[in-house]
Nanobody, 114 residues
Framework: VQLQASGGGLVQPGGSLRLSCAASGSSGAFTVMGWYRQAPGKQRDLVASITSGGGTSYSESVRGRFTISRDVRKRTWFLQMDSLKPEDTAVYYC?????????WGQGTQVTVSS
């Protein structure tokens, strides 16, 4: 399984970005798809996740500003990020789980700065 993340960039505070993660390779279904982020000198933390049934979960720091969604047929999931803050600056990684296996994308940089 390969995951390809895209959509990062530089945005001003209050702006928006949309991240995408496309899966290729094995055709088996994922049980959970998500987004993590890692700022310099910090651990990688879960930002948002969505289950195969469509249930969503968000970290407290992004709830109400970020929205995770998926396109099951295209094996792609998204992270719509609105009202971005400088503290959202990080490398964002997509992740997918299937049973005990966990797959990671390569990361995409998001920088929120004026």
């Amino acid at each position: 399984v390969q995951l390809q993340a895209s959509g990062g960039g530089l945005v001003q505070p209050g702006g928006s970005l949309r991240l995408s993660c496309a899966a290729s390779g094995s055709s088996g279904a994922f049980t959970v798809m998500g987004w993590y982020r890692q700022a310099p000198g910090k651990q990688r933390d879960l930002v948002a996740s969505i289950t195969s049934g469509g249930g969503t979960s968000y970290s407290e720091s992004v709830r109400g500003r970020f929205t995770i969604s998926r396109d099951v047929r295209k094996r792609t999931w998204f992270l719509q990020m609105d009202s971005l803050k400088p503290e959202d600056t990080a490398v964002y990684y997509c992740n997918a789980k299937r049973g005990f296996a966990s797959f990671w994308g390569q990361g995409t940089q998001v920088t929120v700065s004026s």
